[in-house]
């Protein structure tokens, strides 16, 4: 526990008159999974990995086709649809995914000077598609206040930066009718393998030991975490490099713990590293988005048969985008004309 939330606040309000949500996020951002939560998540992982080499995926599998399934399979006939959505390439997928099955949906962003283009796109691709878009700006709404509610409900900060802004989201949408689904694109990069700490793996796994750390360092220059940057410059083991970027705290229990699990599943590391990621690090993170209102997101992105596929399918360890290649094409195809009129990281090559 870490006190009453009005302690808090007011702890939060003496540094420099920063609104909560502004100290909170600042505090947040580099925060380590500890040890004894990896631990107590072993099992779960173990149970990921075995599930995932038990699939059999189809010769035909198409990516767009299960996910519009997903869809359907958690469509509730006579509830309103509502999609969060960034503009990125998965949650642009996602709507036209809902429009090629005839859903009409209600689309909200949250905005802020970071996404301002890729909201832009979003726009516009709902115009294309007759979605209603709604936006919740940054400078409009007060991120404090589903900050300080989930304080009060569990005695401690959420782990993930974004826990306010999704709850925003969902509140937003609420007021809609309580009778409603809501849709987003969560899970999609872990579930195509396509996160930052897959290009830190895969590059890790390729670098030859002989290489000088300063040439390993400077590979990685682009990724904004230093201690991520330091770690794969110094790295000496395996088992610590998958602590690393998972942000688990590197403790011999838990290198020990790593050990163990690639020695139970040999010639399967990205798969072991993968479902670590999403067993450990998401669980610690992701799931506090959706604490305050459980079982109110549905993500059709998250399936053990895409992180399958995705783990089979033939990629280069310098590039995230090559892992989301089925989504881009199936944007694309659709859609050509919104990459000559807009700027968005969704219609990048």
Request: with cysteine.
């Amino acid at each position: 526990m870490v006190g009453s939330s009005e302690s808090l606040f007011r702890k939060f309000n003496k540094v420099n008159n920063q609104s909560a949500y502004g100290y909170f996020s600042l505090k947040i951002s580099h925060k380590l999974v500890s040890s004894s939560f990896f631990l107590e998540a072993i099992d779960s992982i173990e149970r990921k990995i075995s599930e995932v080499k038990t699939i059999s995926l189809e010769s035909d599998f198409n990516v767009a086709e299960h996910i519009k399934s997903q869809i359907l399979t958690n469509n509730f006939p006579g509830s309103k649809v509502v999609v969060f959505a960034g503009g990125g390439v998965d949650s642009n997928a996602l709507l036209i995914m809902l429009s090629e099955l005839e859903i009409t949906c209600l689309v909200f962003s949250y905005v802020n000077a970071n996404n301002k283009s890729e909201v832009d796109t979003l726009i516009e691709l709902c115009g294309c598609l007759g979605f209603e878009h709604r936006a919740l700006r940054s400078d409009s709404i007060n991120l404090d206040i589903p900050l300080r509610r989930f304080v009060e409900r569990f005695g401690r900060y959420p782990r993930d930066v974004a826990a306010p802004i999704v709850t925003a989201l969902l509140e937003a949408s609420i007021d809609e009718g309580d009778h409603l689904v809501a849709f987003d694109g969560q899970y999609a990069d872990t579930m195509m393998c396509a996160n930052p700490q897959n290009r830190l793996y895969l590059l890790g796994n390729n670098l030859p030991q002989v290489i000088p750390n300063t040439i390993a360092l400077w590979l990685l220059d682009k990724i904004q975490n230093k201690r991520i940057r330091k770690a794969m410059g110094l790295i000496s083991s395996r088992e610590v490099m998958y602590l690393t970027l998972c942000d688990i705290a590197v403790e011999q229990k838990s290198i020990s713990a790593v050990k163990a699990i690639i020695d139970r599943h040999p010639n399967c590391n990205l798969l072991v590293f993968q479902c670590i990621f999403l067993g450990c690090l998401l669980k610690y993170r992701e799931s506090d988005k959706y604490l305050l209102y459980p079982s109110k997101i549905i993500s059709p992105f998250h399936s053990l048969k895409i992180l399958k596929d995705s783990i089979t399918y033939p990629r280069r360890y310098n590039s995230l985008l090559n892992n989301k290649i089925p989504l881009r094409k199936y944007v694309r195809k659709r859609f050509p004309g919104l990459t000559l009129s807009v700027k968005s990281q969704s219609f990048k090559p």
